[in-house]
Structure formats: structure tokens, C-alpha cells
T-cell receptor, first 116, second 114 residues
Framework: AQTVTQSQPEMSVQEAETVTLSCTYDTSENNYYLFWYKQPPSRQMILVIR??????QNATENRFSVNFQKAAKSFSLKISDSQLGDTAMYFC?????????????FGKGTLLTVNP | NAGVTQTPKFRVLKTGQSMTLLCAQDMNHEYMYWYRQDPGMGLRLIHYSVGEGTTAKGEVPDGYNVSRLKKQNFLLGLESAAPSQTSVYFC?????????????FGSGTRLTVV
């Protein structure tokens, strides 16, 4: 079974600064996918970034990037130039590839507050 | 381009009452999922379906039943609601290995059981 751990229940950052959210995971599979989802107060689940485990290059999407350390089973999210609209709950998630049900396993979330 | 639609968006139930949450998707996705979100617990999988007519238990299935009679609909039922089922419920769908690009989520149902 997969597990995803987010050890920071809450974080805060000043506008325009950089913040890193931590995530570790555990899986016995060799190939899998990792995700960061954002949930603003609207409650909508928004995919921020994804990483394929067999790709060593870290994924980036504009101000969002990840630090993927496969051996350490670590998948942190870096948000650069933080904006007020980044205030949200952030969930780390994983899915094993090659399975038949494509179930996503989520961490408990990190509430990020961006202060003006 | 509705995607995944959940009804209702909000509901208050009394303990012991029953209700059904409806999830409808218009993307012809095979896979559908019901999650519950509770503070400090993240999203936990209740039940899921890998195709029309199929259902399977997830991580926290007790107290819930599901049905997938039509491919586009996935129903979550509470036969006798309990306060512990107060939560936000999310439905999601995916098309096979397109799940590796993420799910399509509904906007959630906030259920309060008093």
C-alpha cells in the first residue's frame, strides 16, 4: 500500500518570497506518478504539478517546481515569488503505474497562507 | 464542458436519515471515485468503480454504499447517517492511464449530520 506524508500542517510566507512544502511517500513499486494539488477556499481541487518517477528531471510549471529525490522518496514543492492567490491547502498525492484501478493516495495536506 | 458535477453542494441531515449523493461526468470516463475530506486527514478513498456495473471498496467504506448503473453516474449512499459522516465529499473521474495526468474532480458536497 502507498502512503503519503506531509509533515507540515500549516505554513506561512510573505508575498514575493519563496516557500517549500515537504512531502515524503512510500511505495514498493518502481514506477509511479506524484502530484501536488491546490485547494483554495473555493474547495476546487486544482492540479499544480506532476512528476513521473522514471524521469530524473524535476518538473516545473511557471512559479512552481519540485525537488524529486527518488532514493529518499521525497517530493517537495517550491513556490517562488509567492502571491496572495497561492493561499490554499496543498495536497501531495501518488499513484502507482501498471495497476488496474489508478487510485490516488493523498497526504493530509499543508495549509499555506501568503501574507501581504 | 461540465466535467464532473456533484449534487447537492450542501446538505444537513439528522442522525439516522438516509441520502444519496450524485456524481455525474460527461467525459465518458471509465473510472470514478468517491473521497471524503476531513480536517487534518486529507482525502481518503471511500469507494471506486473501474467501469459501469462495477464497484470496489476503498480505504474507509464502512457506512456507505455505491452504485454505478450507468457509466456517467456514480452514486454514494448513506443508509443511516451518523455525525462521524460529517465531511466534504469529492467525486473524481479518470480515463484509464490518463489518471497519470491527474483526476477530474467535482466541486464537492459539504454534508453535516446533526
Amino acid at each position: 500500500a502507498q502512503t503519503v506524508t506531509q509533515s507540515q500542517p500549516e505554513m506561512s510566507v510573505q508575498e514575493a518570497e519563496t516557500v517549500t512544502l515537504s512531502c515524503t511517500y512510500d511505495t514498493s513499486e518502481n514506477n509511479y506518478y506524484l502530484f501536488w494539488y491546490k485547494q483554495p477556499p473555493s474547495r476546487q481541487m486544482i492540479l499544480v504539478i506532476r512528476q513521473e518517477a522514471y524521469k530524473q528531471q524535476n518538473a516545473t510549471e511557471n512559479r512552481f517546481s519540485v525537488n524529486f529525490q527518488k532514493a529518499a522518496k521525497s517530493f517537495s514543492l517550491k513556490i517562488s515569488d509567492s502571491q496572495l492567490g497561492d493561499t490554499a491547502m496543498y495536497f501531495c498525492a501518488s499513484v502507482n503505474s501498471g495497476g488496474s484501478n489508478y487510485k490516488l493516495t493523498f497526504g493530509k495536506g499543508t495549509l499555506l497562507t501568503v501574507n501581504p | 464542458n461540465a466535467g464532473v458535477t456533484q449534487t447537492p453542494k450542501f446538505r444537513v441531515l439528522k442522525t439516522g436519515q438516509s441520502m444519496t449523493l450524485l456524481c455525474a461526468q460527461d467525459m465518458n470516463h471509465e473510472y470514478m471515485y468517491w473521497y471524503r475530506q476531513d480536517p487534518g486527514m486529507g482525502l481518503r478513498l471511500i469507494h471506486y468503480s473501474v467501469g459501469e456495473g462495477t464497484t470496489a471498496k476503498g480505504e474507509v467504506p464502512d457506512g456507505y454504499n455505491v452504485s454505478r448503473l450507468k457509466k456517467q453516474n456514480f452514486l454514494l449512499g448513506l443508509e443511516s447517517a451518523a455525525p462521524s459522516q460529517t465531511s466534504v465529499y469529492f467525486c473524481a473521474s479518470s480515463q484509464g492511464d490518463r489518471a497519470y495526468y491527474g483526476y477530474t474532480f467535482g466541486s464537492g458536497t459539504r454534508l453535516t449530520v446533526v
